[in-house]
């Protein structure tokens, strides 16, 4: 199945009169790649979940469909609100990051990682081959001054990315370990879909040098990985029309499991009271790149669609029950 028209008509707010009666007419079900029976367990509630094409032997892809019960205008207060965090059971803490300062004083890690952090710290979260030698040298004196120093090393990721945007970001030490080329794949895969000039301006802007009615915002946040916490460092852009709204968040650092990702959310109204979301996942990571890579992603694949669709769960609970 292919996802290229759906968001065609996602991103085209033009387009949204389609979907006032998406229930019915054949045609749009045609028009958007999608199956009959896929669109009637849409209106039913069902959350329905396919394959996207990877964007590159890294990416693993994934789109989610759903109806949610409430109107537009909630939905955007909800995402607007911030609290989709609390609704990820792999968020540990989060917060937003001071773009006049970009202090990440108010993130800490548990005494376990620091430990692990002074210990072996190239084997503990992504950095550059410079970060990880700053680490190194703060290791000598102990947890406080590794957390002190990592905390820095983060802001100034954070302020390069608001500063420079995606060509700000530098590589993880390793081979093939970029999020700058993981996030540009993104970005392509993007446009080959997007129509709305607005938001496909968006996806290249330099957050500080942005004019756009579109907002933008960094946070951070500590999550739970396969075996140990780890922090996040992410990119939200919301844009909104009366007829609909895009909301992207770009994972521009992340310390363990991924290198990057990026998460297009497309909501249209179907009636006054109800709406479609069209989630589109891309996560990079360098496990499922090489020999038996596509075996791999499938696995992968598998995996992450088992929290993505609880979590799209809670999130529509969440809107119904404000």
């Known amino acids: 199945m292919t ?13 949204v009169a389609a979907f006032a009666e998406m229930w019915a007419p054949l045609d749009v079900a045609h028009q ?25 032997d ?5 789109a989610i469909i759903a109806r ?22 792999v968020t540990l803490s989060a917060g937003k990051i001071d773009t006049a300062t970009f202090s990440m004083d108010a993130m800490s890690l548990p005494d376990d990682v620091l430990q692990q952090l002074v210990d ?9 081959s410079d970060e990880l030698a700053l680490i190194k040298r703060a290791a000598v004196d102990g947890k406080a001054r590794v957390l002190e120093t990592y905390r820095g ?8 990315y608001w500063e420079e945007g995606v060509a700000g970001i530098v590589p993880y030490a390793g081979k093939d370990r970029s999020p700058r ?24 802007v330099v957050p500080a040098h942005s004019s756009s009615r579109a907002r933008h915002r960094l946070t951070w946040a500590v999550q739970k990985g396969r075996d140990r916490a780890a922090p996040v460092l992410n990119h939200h852009i919301l844009y909104a029309e009366n007829d609909g709204e895009v909301s992207i968040v770009r994972r521009f650092y992340s310390g363990y499991d991924y290198d990057a990702l990026q998460i297009v959310t497309g909501i249209l109204p179907s009636t006054e009271l109800a709406c479609v979301v069209f989630y589109l996942n891309h996560t990079y990571t360098a496990q499922v790149a090489g020999f038996g890579g596509s075996a ?11 929290e993505l669709v609880a979590e799209m769960e809670r999130t529509r609970t969440a809107i119904r029950d404000r």
Request: proline share 2%.
């Open 3 to 15: 996802y290229r028209i759906t968001l065609i008509l996602i991103m085209n707010f033009t387009a």
């Open 32 to 56: 958007m790649g999608m199956s009959k029976a896929a669109i009637e367990r849409v209106k039913k509630g069902e959350v329905v979940v396919e394959d996207l094409e990877a964007s590159s």
């Open 58 to 62: 890294k990416d693993l892809s994934i």
């Open 68 to 89: 949610v019960d409430a109107p537009l205008e909630e939905i955007y207060s909800f995402l607007e609100s911030g609290r989709l965090v609390e609704l990820s059971t």
């Open 120 to 128: 072996e710290p190239e084997d503990t979260f992504y950095m550059s």
């Open 153 to 160: 090393v983060l802001s100034a990721r954070a302020r390069a």
């Open 181 to 204: 080329r993981d996030l540009d794949y993104a970005n392509a895969a993007a446009k080959k879909l997007i129509q709305n000039v607005s938001v496909l301006a968006e996806l290249d």
């Open 296 to 306: 791999k992603r499938s696995i992968g694949r598998k995996l992450m669609q088992k």
